[in-house]
């Protein structure tokens, strides 16, 4: 079997051009760089894939008998070398058709024949005899083929009937619980519904005429022998336990039957039955299928495939991947070596099942209500943001009896005359950052604050860029305004430079003067929230299962795992089952910000939880689910996930994700930039230089911008809005560092402006993407056809205009109109192959796979060439 399969075969076996088929690879993310390079196994596999997804071809290559080998997935191969191998008795029969195919096609070619040709075997019984053999192992191929296939359907009609068993067994299972339960006067029931809950399945049930008819001795007995023989061992504990247990219900029989057929499904050899005794071992390894998400680490891979990660080291190894245990390896490797080693992979199912999940929460057909706008406080440091929170808290939250404290739990709401309104209590940009970038969406209105006396500062511009960037929109506090050197009026205008309109000045932002110290003009602040929340007509369902988001988590060290979570859709009850996050649990106590116990919470109202099994991570989402089961799958599905995209992220990089998530899009693509430097003028200038950068396919967008060192802030701005941070004569200080590589943030430092802007051109430039342009680089006119017996058809030419090149594809031309395109098989000026032939040169050309060229045809000579699109 060959091993140097290259691009240029697999073109020839898709019947595409080289340049072709490299685009198309190239565009699905696999860049070949030399399409006569050999192949290795795990380009195989992507190739594979590339073909079965993009080129629905595979099936053609398939049944190519040279073909299979080449690039069809290993286990195909090895069933097809062991089909040919029997019936010719030895592997290399099939190489040696192999070859002689090829010598064929060249031969059948050089005589003006296209290699269907029907020989006279009168005439050359050689080749007579060769095609012969030819159909012959075609033929065998579709037949295994088909044999494979008619497995297969037998195989899933088993399964179903296994499952069908299963379930039955498992209704009859309830059905005897129920009956066992009302018969509760016995001791030895109640034992036995304790057994079968271990199982999960059927229990004996004596009592049951149904199970009773059937389940005679003898047949239990019949049945123990082959469990026996299927375990590969004699258990003679079992058997004793077994030979106890004379009665059998139904669910035992048909779980030891489902049991049994399994095991046989799994030898896929002949039936042991037959084979004799139970010492017998099985004759192949059990198939495990193992579900692979986008990444997983070789530990992982070995452990679902049950073997030592050494074994999946060594075959990665074998395949031309260097790996070491704890490294992780993308999605089409670890198939390949899952197939390698005889097992099967899956897809994973957990987003299905988790979709489903949410689907159905989130689909409930349930009436919607308004619900309470929820606010985040941010400001500048020092401009009162804790006193205005405090302030509001303190004397709005009804702590229901005289003197009761109200607790700090990350969120509170408060009930006003014109409605009730949520704070999340963390003042700050973090907290809202950090919930933005895990893709939750909790704040419905920011409130601004803005010390009168001290006015926009940068934590300020800060602030505003995140609403902006989060789409949240704004209220402005003008708080201190009892200080005597407070200027509102110039907050105002100071905001005005930040797009900040306030609606006196024909704006639609509004902006409230007050004092978190005496209280002045908070009531209006709360008036103006609940306006702008009737503006949003913020809606949710009141009832049905509830959804929300984690805002702060601990372990409390009497009380467990505690979380505060928004309830966003639906209804939180005591007793609910949740997942939220990857953790799981029953919500054994819900507890309000006064530390009261409530029943149950509804939409934007926060609510402590206790009983889960884990402290979840602040912004992960909660959703209630039917059952502990689910819960728990669903977490545990959800931390497997976690961890493949954390393994997915850490292997990425940052301008490469932006450029792949936008390069596809017809749309108008976007580029989003956090511009910060040293001085305010320059800033400026840059600011609407890159942002002059936009056209009709791309938009730069400057999300943030500023004077001033690159903050966490900056970073963090930079991680939710997927944004390159662009550092002008600053530097990034060490927080914004750690989140900048945490997060693999594309940061870049410049001290020249044009620089700034050559290498955004070029990012965006990149971003649009590559064009592929054809140049015709030369033309010969055809004039005169010999045939050779050793080249096939070779046209006598004169190149009438620029230069033939023999590595360059063609096309010939009748009447002006393409017949054929293709590449050159030999380029020669008089005996001697050339690589190219300039004009006003005759040269004779022989064009691989085509012997139809008639004098008077033109043969074109071209080359694609990529260009790079630019702004
Ligand atoms: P934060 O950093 O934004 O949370 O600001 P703080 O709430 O901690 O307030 C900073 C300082 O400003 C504290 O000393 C407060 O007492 C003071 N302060 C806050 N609001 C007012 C106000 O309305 N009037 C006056 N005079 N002082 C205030």
Do not use: W
Request: aromatic share 2%; hydrophobic share 40%; proline share 3%.
């Amino acid at each position: 079997m060959s091993q140097q399969t290259t691009i240029r075969k697999l073109a020839e076996l898709v019947n595409t051009p080289v340049d072709k088929l490299l685009e198309q690879l190239a565009e699905a993310g696999m860049k070949f760089s030399d399409p006569d390079q050999a192949i290795t196994s795990v380009e195989k596999l992507k190739l594979h894939n590339f073909l079965r997804r993009a080129h629905g071809k595979t099936a053609s290559v398939a049944e190519e008998p040279a073909a299979p080998g080449k690039i069809t997935l290993s286990r195909t191969r090895k069933q097809e070398i062991t089909v040919t191998g029997g019936a010719k008795g030895s592997r290399s029969a099939s190489t040696v058709e192999v070859v002689t195919r090829k010598k064929i096609t060249l031969r059948t070619g050089a005589k003006g024949g296209d290699g269907a040709t029907k020989v006279d075997p009168a005439l050359d019984p050689e080749r007579a005899e060769a095609l012969r053999k030819l159909e012959e192992s075609r033929a065998r191929n579709l037949a295994e083929q088909q044999a494979l296939v008619e497995r297969d359907r037998q195989r899933a009609e088993e399964l179903a009937e296994i499952q069908r068993l299963e379930r039955e067994a498992a209704e009859r299972a309830a059905a005897e619980a129920a009956a066992a339960a009302l018969d509760a006067d016995t001791g030895a029931g109640r034992e036995d519904a304790g057994k079968s809950k271990h199982h999960g399945h059927a229990k004996p049930a004596p009592a049951t005429p149904r199970a009773g008819d059937k389940a005679g001795p003898a047949k239990g007995k019949a049945h123990r022998g082959s469990h026996a023989m299927v375990s590969g061992v004699e258990d003679d504990d079992s058997t004793a336990r077994f030979a106890g247990k004379l009665h059998l219900s139904a669910g035992d029989r048909a779980r030891r039957t489902s049991v049994r057929t399994k095991g046989r499904l799994q030898k896929r050899g002949p039936d042991p039955s037959r084979t004799g005794t139970g010492f017998n071992k099985p004759t192949a390894p059990v198939v495990r299928e193992v579900a692979i998400g986008e990444a997983i680490t070789v530990a992982d891979l070995a452990q679902k495939l049950a073997l030592k990660g050494g074994d999946v080291v060594k075959m990665l190894f074998k395949m031309g991947v260097m790996a070491t245990i704890t490294q992780t390896i993308d999605h089409d490797t670890a198939v390949l070596v899952t197939e390698e080693l005889g097992h099967k992979a899956v897809a994973a199912v957990a987003d299905d099942a988790e979709s489903e999940l949410l689907a159905r929460v989130g689909g409930d057909q349930r009436e919607l209500a308004p619900r309470p706008p929820v606010v985040t406080i941010m400001g500048h440091v020092d401009h009162g943001k804790t006193s205005l929170l405090d302030y509001i808290r303190r004397t709005k939250v009804a702590t229901g009896e005289a003197g009761g404290i109200t607790q700090h739990i990350g969120a509170y709401h408060v009930e006003t005359d014109k409605g009730t309104i949520s704070f999340l209590d963390t003042p700050g940009h973090a907290a809202f950052t950090q919930m933005r970038q895990r893709g939750a969406r909790l704040t419905d209105l920011v409130v601004l604050v803005v010390a009168a006396d001290d006015g926009v500062m940068p934590q300020t511009i800060e602030a505003i860029h995140h609403a902006k960037a989060g789409n949240v929109p704004l209220i402005v506090a003008i708080n201190k305004i009892d200080k005597s050197d407070a200027d509102p009026s110039r907050v105002k205008n100071d905001l005005l430079a930040h797009e900040i309109v306030a609606e006196e000045f024909g704006g639609d932002v509004q902006m409230v003067e007050l004092s978190a110290k005496t209280g002045l003009g908070v009531d209006d602040l709360l008036d103006a929230i609940i306006l702008q929340s009737e503006v949003l007509d913020l809606k949710a369902a009141p009832e049905g299962r509830a959804s929300g988001v984690v805002i702060e988590s601990a372990l409390d060290k009497g009380r467990g795992p505690v979380a505060t979570v928004l309830v966003q859709q639906g209804r939180l009850s005591k007793g609910d089952y949740l997942v939220c996050g990857i953790q799981y649990g029953r919500v054994r106590a819900l507890f309000d910000e006064t530390g009261r116990q409530v029943a149950d919470a509804g939409p934007s109202i926060p609510v402590q939880v206790l009983g889960l099994s884990g402290v979840p991570d602040a912004g992960d989402d909660f959703v209630v689910v039917a059952d502990e089961r689910l819960a728990k799958d669903v977490a545990q599905q959800r931390e497997s996930r976690r961890r493949e995209l954390r393994l997915v992220a850490s292997a990425g990089n940052r301008m490469e994700d932006i450029m792949a998530q936008m390069g596809d899009g017809a749309a108008q693509q976007t580029l989003n930039l956090v511009v910060k430097a040293d001085v305010h003028g320059t800033m400026q200038a840059l600011r609407e230089a890159l942002e002059g950068l936009s056209n009709d396919q791309i938009r730069i967008n400057v999300i943030g911008s500023g004077v001033g060192g690159i903050t966490e802030s900056d970073a963090q701005l930079a991680v939710t809005s997927k944004a390159t941070v662009i550092g002008f004569n600053v530097r990034a200080d060490a927080s914004a560092r750690k989140v900048i590589e945490a997060n693999g943030v594309d940061l870049r430092y410049f001290s020249i402006i044009y620089d700034v802007i050559d290498q955004v051109k070029q990012v965006a430039s990149n971003v649009l993407g590559k064009e592929v342009r054809e140049e015709i680089i030369g033309t010969a006119e055809v004039r005169d056809v010999f045939r050779s017996s050793k080249f096939g058809a070779v046209a006598g030419c004169m190149v009438t205009e620029g230069v033939v090149k023999k590595s360059k594809p063609i096309r010939v031309l009748r009447d002006n109109t393409v017949i054929f395109e293709g590449e050159l098989e030999s380029l020669r000026r008089f005996k001697d192959a050339v690589d190219e032939v300039r004009v006003n040169t005759e040269c004779g050309i022989g064009v691989k796979a085509y012997n139809d060229v008639q004098p008077g045809d033109v043969i074109e000579c071209f080359e694609r060439v990529e260009v790079q699109r630019t702004l």
